[in-house]
């Protein structure tokens, strides 16, 4: 498994919970989980999708996986702070998931497969544990989908820097694009996979905060030194590179990216 190329920083938690209360309505609040069914979430981390997902499906049991400890404690707070009550915590490894075959209605599974050397290998792990027609969801990001106006070469090389570290640790940060065949590899059956962009112009001021400026550019802006130390690229270019994307931050620059969300059964 490829390690989290963002760090476990207090600013990276920050940044994850700014990311899921912006995306929210694109990505996952329409997902609709019945009455009575169990959904495993694999890589919950540290629990900002666990806590919109629990909210509002009252009546469905979630259990929420991560192979981190810290992330886990972090996890469990939220969900305290919401008083969710429908919310099961367990650590383990998305490859030896700690469960019986067959044991979950459904599976979601957000942010997680980027992180992974194998994703293939983790989301037929992952398949077992599904009862027949069962279904999972999965949600990635592709960094290559991304563009901003004013665009720079520094601009995009600082993003292009994320892609190369990201590889480096095993992971893949265009892997929402190869959703349907790593499903399909997986031994997934009718698998569905549906772009979801995220365009901001400057009629939305809430999202130049919450998309532009916390959630992309903060992510990019986190692996600064690692870039810088690696050689990919050298700290006045860096600089300039992430002043460029914040310029594209104001109210006449423009951001686009699109996430990937896919569907399918056992």
């Known amino acids: 498994m490829a ?12 940044r994850l919970k ?5 995306l929210a309505r694109l990505l996952y609040e329409e997902l609709q989980y019945p009455k009575g069914t169990t959904v495993l979430e694999a890589g919950c981390g540290t629990g900002c999708q666990t806590v919109f997902l629990a909210a509002a499906h009252p009546h469905t049991h979630f259990v929420s996986m991560d192979i981190s400890a810290a992330s886990l404690h972090t996890a469990a707070e939220a969900i305290a702070v919401q008083g969710l009550t429908n919310v099961s915590l367990q650590q383990g ?18 942010f997680v497969l ?21 279904t999972i969801t999965v949600i990635e990001g592709d960094h290559g989908s991304f563009y901003c106006h004013p665009e720079t070469a ?16 095993g992971g893949d940060g265009l892997i929402g694009r190869r959703l349907y065949p790593l499903l399909t590899q997986a031994g997934f059956a009718q698998p569905r996979v549906e772009p979801r962009m995220v365009y901001v112009d400057g009629s939305q001021s809430d999202l130049i905060e919450g998309f532009s400026r916390n959630t992309f550019i903060a992510m990019v802006r986190g692996v600064r030194e690692q870039a810088i130390d690696q050689g990919l690229i050298d700290a006045a270019a860096w600089d300039q590179g992430i002043s460029d994307l914040e310029r594209a931050a104001e109210p006449e620059g423009i951001f686009c990216y699109t996430f990937f969300r896919a569907w399918a059964k056992r």
């Not at 390690?3 to 920050?14: D, K, M, N, P, R």
């Not at 490894?93 to 957000?110: L, T």
């Not at 601009?155 to 640790?169: E, F, N």
Request: charged share 20%.
């Open 3 to 14: 390690s989290y190329v963002h760090g476990y920083s207090a600013e990276e938690g920050l």
């Open 114 to 134: 980027e992180h992974l050397a194998d994703p293939v290998g983790a989301l037929t792990a992952l398949r077992q544990l599904l009862k027949s027609g069962g």
């Open 93 to 110: 490894d998305i490859f030896e998931p700690p469960f019986a075959e067959q044991q979950f209605d459904h599976i979601f599974v957000c």
């Open 154 to 169: 520094m601009a995009r090389r600082t993003v292009d820097c994320l892609v190369q570290l990201q590889a480096g640790l």
């Open 18 to 22: 700014d990311q899921a209360t912006t």
